[in-house]
């Protein structure tokens, strides 16, 4: 799997969209981009994914390059229990019995600010 | 919105005893994993289990390591013979028949050796 680069730390204050950027330079063809949190010790929890268009859910936005070697997450309406570790994994997508693993790297610390 | 459970959530053990953690994936996911993460590091791939068989393992994942699916709902992650380096969160999670969707990870066991 790609490696991925982020900033590990950032500021948001709450009600501000925060915007949590992903260098993924070495990515293929055949991977999506995956962002994770983890919000204090509990489990790290899906948040959204994509291969190269843009892609929104209930909890986020994901923005990806045209040329797909960085992308930005988008938390449109930063809450203080956004405040978490997130991570961007990229890897591919099709069941296969290995190669299915996601590999963490260190993320990006995310404090929302009252 | 369907969870994997592990239990407990807490345990504390003497160095050199067995232990067992324990696991209920999401009842229609067909692939299983096994993460650890060490305090203030990273989350660790351990193992992933699809078919009764283990599909991949980390370097980390060595003879003190094993995993079974003893009936249709655990899945358990035993350590023979714990030392004080594997005290750790340990995370289940599980995946269903297609790969391109995220995981559902549990809560974690917090495995303290004494």
């Known amino acids: 799997d790609a490696k991925t680069t982020q900033p590990p730390s950032m500021d948001c204050a709450e009600g501000r969209a925060a915007n949590l950027p992903c260098n993924h330079s070495t990515i293929s063809g055949n991977e999506y981009v995956y962002w994770y949190r983890q919000i204090h010790s509990q489990g790290p929890q899906y948040i959204i994914h994509?291969?190269?268009n843009n892609e929104t859910n209930e909890m986020a936005s994901l923005i990806i390059t045209e040329d797909r070697k960085s992308s930005t997450l988008i938390l449109p309406h930063a809450t203080l229990r956004d405040t978490a570790v997130y991570y961007c994994?990229?890897?591919?997508?099709?069941?296969?019995?290995?190669?299915?693993?996601?590999?963490f790297g260190g993320g990006t610390r995310v404090l929302v600010k009252p | 919105e369907p969870e994997v459970t592990q239990t407990p959530s807490h345990q504390v053990t003497q160095m050199g005893q067995e232990v067992i953690l324990r696991c209920v994936p999401i009842s229609n996911h067909l692939y299983f994993y096994w993460y650890r993460q060490i305090l203030g590091q990273k989350v660790e791939f351990l193992v992933s289990f699809y078919n009764n068989e283990i599909s991949e393992k980390s370097e980390i994942f060595d003879d003190q390591f094993s995993v079974e699916r003893p009936d249709g709902s655990n899945f358990t992650l035993k350590i023979r013979s714990t030392k004080l380096e594997d005290s750790a969160m340990y995370f289940c999670?599980?995946?269903?028949?297609?790969?391109?969707?995220?995981?559902?990870f549990g809560s974690g066991t917090r495995l303290t050796v004494v």
């Open positions: 999670a599980s995946s269903g028949v297609t790969g391109v969707y995220g995981y559902t």
């Open positions: 994509g291969l190269k």
């Open positions: 994994i990229v890897r591919v997508a099709e069941i296969k019995a290995a190669g299915n693993k996601l590999t």
